[in-house]
């Protein structure tokens, strides 16, 4: 990637948005578009690396690329907001079932559709040694039953 001027950072979005950018930069962007994932985005955008760090160096470069980051604030800015609870689960489903994956992006995926059907539960087992003085309670209901039962002879003799 060539160098980017220093007053490119400043221009508005508006006119960042007006340069075309290349077939693979939109190929990265389509596709971390879709999953968030930079480093497999810079992948399957056809750059070459050396290793799985070249890509994420690459991929971390694409993002703070005033162009593409451009793109990335125009899509949120523009995305769709009303998504429905099922469109969200279908979408999570499409990520775990991709092929393309990598393994961390499908293990969150499966680990949120878990999640909303329940299939984990957090339980928290404690063990406490609680000393309790019957005497006290038992001496209050003793006493609370004799004012009772007082209570109702005094009625029963008017």
Same mark, same amino acid.
């Given at each position: 990637?060539?160098?980017?001027?220093?007053?490119?950072?400043?221009?508005?979005?508006?006119?960042?948005?007006?340069?075309?950018?290349?077939?693979?930069?939109?190929?990265?962007?389509?596709?971390?578009?879709?999953?968030?994932?930079?480093?497999?985005?810079?992948?399957?955008?056809?750059?070459?690396?050396?290793?799985?760090?070249?890509?994420?160096?690459?991929?971390?470069?694409?993002?703070?690329?005033?162009?593409?980051?451009?793109?990335?604030?125009?899509?949120?800015?523009?995305?769709?907001?009303?998504?429905?609870?099922?469109? @969200?689960?279908?979408?999570? $489903?499409?990520?775990?079932?991709? *092929?393309?994956? +990598?393994?961390?992006? /499908?293990?969150?995926?499966? #680990?949120?559709?878990?999640?909303?059907?329940?299939?984990?539960?957090?339980?928290?087992?404690?063990?406490?040694?609680?000393? @309790?003085?019957?005497?006290? $309670?038992?001496?209050?209901?003793? *006493?609370?039953? +004799?004012?009772?039962? /007082?209570?109702?002879?005094? #009625?029963?003799?008017?």
């Amino acid at each position: 990637m060539g160098k980017i001027a220093k007053e490119t950072y400043d221009k508005p979005t508006a006119e960042l948005l007006k340069k075309p950018l290349s077939l693979p930069q939109r190929r990265f962007l389509k596709h971390y578009l879709a999953t968030g994932e930079g480093r497999n985005s810079a992948k399957q955008a056809g750059y070459k690396c050396k290793d799985d760090a070249g890509f994420s160096s690459l991929a971390s470069q694409m993002l703070v690329n005033p162009y593409i980051k451009a793109h990335i604030d125009d899509w949120i800015e523009n995305a769709p907001t009303s998504l429905s609870p099922d469109e @969200v689960i279908e979408d999570i $489903a499409k990520i775990a079932m991709k *092929s393309d994956s +990598t393994d961390n992006a /499908k293990l969150r995926a499966l #680990e949120l559709l878990g999640r909303h059907f329940k299939l984990f539960t957090d339980q928290l087992e404690t063990k406490q040694n609680i000393d @309790v003085d019957y005497t006290s $309670a038992i001496s209050e209901i003793d *006493s609370a039953l +004799t004012r009772s039962l /007082k209570e109702d002879k005094g #009625e029963q003799s008017d």
